[in-house]
């Protein structure tokens, strides 16, 4: 086989090797040498199918770097797979920093790979960015007061800050891929976990809801109740619900101040509304209750009547007993009276020894009968010192033309004309109109 001939073949071969259907990637020598006579010739064909099985190793070489196999190994005198060689160990390279973000090393930087070692770095500086901002958020949220839970869109607990493991006095190993509604459904009986029977706080999670109560109760792990103000906020992932946000705040100490302050306005608006002597309800109060009364009956034509009552001689207890002996009376006849009437009716001590009650849907004559009732229930009770005392009694009954002065003088000058007709006593004062000429009549003259 001469020169020539082997030319040939080699161009017969190439053209056949490179067509686009062919897949075969085995790049062989065609001519057999062997075949080749001439020495000159024969020592060309050898080089030539050294040439051709390096291009062989190369291209299987090159295919396995394709398939993610960095272990592959190729000849050390194999010239054509040498760039494959530097781009298999800035490949593996990659491969050992890519471990090393992945176990938090963000100080890698590539400078290796031409584009897309512009990119991996952006992608770290972006990382950087992301790891700086979780520890900022970590740190606000180890300082924050508040308890703050992380849940998935199942309700399962993925994370809690540490304010949330005090209160609940768990680990977060105990209590991670709970059930967050679970964990803190427990709650006391005056506040039932949901009135519909469902779970409020697992239905927000899942519906993508906000939700928020401040009558929740929270399970500690010792089963200690604890009373927090709790809100839910949903978090979103591709436009759907992915989980919420639950933060809550022990409010004990609130409830223990809400409780005290509330205690201390009842103490002081009793004070303000209530005779500190008797107990019953003072002259200030009664006028803020006899206004309202006063609407009420003039929009409802609602009957309403008045008592004014006074002790009959009481400067003589005092003189003769003493005040302390005079209290007692006072706090005695408020305690009879105070029994003796209906929850509706307004008892208030108007001053000194003076007394009124206001009877709301009563009559003047309903009114009259009260009066003569109490009369003779003070007169025939025991006071000890003295054991008997006596009341007389003015009634008036409201008029829609009345105001309040008119509507306390005419119970006021019935109760001085009882007094005037010699004390013990019931009168009643009907209001000016038509059928008292005009005028006011003492119209009630008590039996003997």
């Not at 703050?148 to 607990?157: H, K, M, T, V």
């Not at 927000?204 to 200690?224: N, V």
């Amino acid at each position: 086989m001469d020169a020539r001939q082997i030319l040939e073949q080699i161009n017969s071969y190439l053209i056949d090797i490179m067509q686009f259907d062919n897949g075969n990637s085995e790049f062989v020598f065609p001519v057999n040498i062997e075949d080749v006579e001439n020495q000159e010739l024969r020592e060309i064909c050898r080089r030539l199918t050294l040439f051709f099985n390096m291009i062989t190793e190369a291209s299987d070489y090159a295919d396995q770097l394709a398939q993610g196999n960095l272990q592959v190994k190729a000849s050390r005198n194999n010239i054509i797979a040498m760039p494959l060689k530097g781009l298999q160990a800035s490949l593996a390279n990659l491969t050992w920093q890519v471990n090393q973000v992945a176990s938090g090393d963000l100080s890698q930087q590539l400078y290796f790979l031409g584009e897309f070692s512009h990119s991996f770095n952006h992608m770290i500086d972006s990382l950087r960015e992301k790891q700086v901002l979780e520890q900022r958020l970590k740190i606000i949220t180890e300082l924050v007061g508040e308890g703050i839970i992380l849940a998935d869109s199942e309700g399962r607990i993925v994370f809690a800050n540490p304010e949330a493991l005090k209160l609940l006095e768990y680990s977060f190993t105990e209590i991670k891929n709970a059930f967050m509604h679970e964990l803190i459904s427990k709650q006391s009986s005056e506040y039932p976990l949901d009135r519909t029977g469902g779970n409020l706080l697992l239905e927000a999670i899942k519906e993508g809801r906000e939700y928020q109560e401040d009558k929740r109760f929270i399970t500690c792990k010792s089963g200690l109740l604890i009373p927090v103000l709790l809100i839910c906020r949903p978090v979103y992932k591709n436009d759907s619900p992915d989980g919420a946000v639950i933060a809550f705040r022990d409010i004990t100490e609130q409830n223990k101040y809400l409780h005290s302050l509330e205690t201390i306005n009842k103490s002081l608006e009793n004070q303000a509304t209530t005779d500190p002597l008797t107990g019953i309800y003072n002259r200030m109060k009664f006028n803020d209750i006899l206004k309202r009364e006063m609407l009420r009956s003039k929009r409802s034509t609602a009957s309403l009547s008045l008592i004014m009552c006074d002790i009959d001689h009481f400067k003589r207890v005092n003189d003769t007993f003493g005040h302390s002996a005079g209290d007692a009376v006072l706090k005695r006849l408020s305690k009879l009276v105070s029994e003796s009437i209906r929850k509706i009716d307004c008892f208030a001590r108007w001053g000194g020894e003076e007394f009124v009650i206001l009877l709301p849907d009563t009559a003047s004559g309903g009114a009259v009968q009260t009066a003569e009732k109490l009369r003779k229930k003070v007169e025939s009770f025991n006071f000890i010192e003295p054991e008997t005392i006596t009341l007389s009694f003015g009634v008036s009954h409201f008029s829609p033309d009345d105001n309040r002065a008119e509507f306390i003088n005419r119970a006021d000058k019935a109760l001085y004309a009882a007094k005037g007709s010699g004390r013990n006593r019931v009168r009643y004062l009907a209001p000016a109109g038509p059928e008292n000429n005009g005028g006011e009549r003492l119209i009630y003259e008590p039996p003997e």
